[in-house]
Nanobody
Framework: VQLQASGGGLVQAGGSLRLSCAAS????????LGWFRQAPGKEREFVAA????????YYADSVKGRFTISRDNAKNTVYLQMNNLKPEDTAVYYC??????????????????????WGQGTLVTVSS
């Protein structure tokens, strides 16, 4: 699976951005997808995930109510709509794919070691 993230940029606090991740190399609807982020000097952390159909979504508490993950299986693309952005959202955002269409335990979606495929990352900078 190859993943290509895009859509990052500089935005003021309170603004919005939409990240996209285009996938190729395997039947897109056969696997779940996730977004992670890594801020300078910090460990990579889970942001959001979506199962193969898009019917189940999962979010970190820090972004719940502000971010929305979605997917378009016809376009082989997953999106992360980010609203009401805060300076603490500043990070490199990565899309990632596991080797499964879904996990039975929601906890597994949050674990970066459950995702063998990673995109290159896109930088989001939120100014105060």
């Amino acid at each position: 699976v190859q993943l290509q993230a895009s859509g990052g940029g500089l935005v003021q606090a309170g603004g919005s951005l939409r990240l996209s991740c285009a996938a190729s190399g395997r039947t897109f609807s056969s696997y779940a997808l996730g977004w992670f982020r890594q801020a300078p000097g910090k460990e990579r952390e889970f942001v959001a995930a979506i199962n193969w159909s898009g019917m189940s979504t999962y979010y970190a508490d820090s972004v719940k109510g502000r971010f929305t993950i979605s997917r378009d299986n016809a376009k082989n693309t997953v999106y992360l709509q980010m609203n009401n952005l805060k300076p603490e959202d500043t990070a490199v955002y990565y899309c990632a794919a596991p080797d499964t269409s879904h996990y039975t335990r929601s906890y597994d979606y949050t674990r970066s070691n459950k995702y063998p495929y990673w995109g290159q990352g896109t930088l989001v900078t939120v100014s105060s």
